[in-house]
């Protein structure tokens, strides 16, 4: 399963550094110091990374948000500046999760804000149990002993 990833470039050790990955832009394969921008493709056994000039990244987001999607919940295809890439509570891309891509008309219909309320429940669910899991930490933060269910004097007990 690959996954991508992308950001900025720090300063010029770090384009250095991404550059030696997987190469740039003409641009940049030409002036180290055009290095703006960069974005990779991960999988479990690393990454390939490319690093782009402004000019070349803009133009390289503008032909991605002119792709076409399939919006999961209707079917119909539209530019992907026209879409969502959703990723549900627990999303997880390293073990294989991929967004749903959601248009904007499905977005905001009865099915998706479905989805949307459900992993609210989870994720509330959670910090709730998470918050259980604290108190009980806090009312037991005393030696181990008091953790058995052993009586102190043990004399009475035929073992």
Not at 7 to 14: F, M
Not at 16 to 27: D, I, P, Q
Request: net charge negative; aromatic share 12%.
């Amino acid at each position: 399963m690959n996954w991508f990833t992308n950001g900025s470039v720090r300063d010029q050790k770090h384009a250095e550094r991404l550059f030696t990955e997987g190469g740039g832009c003409e641009h940049v394969e030409k002036d180290i110091s055009l290095a703006a921008y960069w974005s990779a493709e991960n999988d479990s056994l690393g990454r390939e990374t490319y690093v782009y000039c402004k000019e070349c990244w803009e133009k390289a987001q503008q032909e991605e948000d002119e792709e076409e999607e399939c919006c999961f919940d209707c079917g119909k295809m539209f530019p992907r500046k026209d879409t969502i890439a959703y990723k549900w509570y627990g999303f997880y891309a390293p073990q294989g999760d991929e967004p749903l891509i959601i248009c904007k008309d499905c977005k905001v219909l009865p099915k998706h804000l479905s989805r949307l309320a459900r992993d609210r429940s989870e994720r509330e669910e959670d910090e709730r149990l998470e918050e259980e899991d604290d108190d009980i930490d806090l009312r037991y933060d005393v030696d181990e002993e008091d953790w058995t269910n052993e009586p102190e004097d043990n004399s009475d007990i035929n073992w």
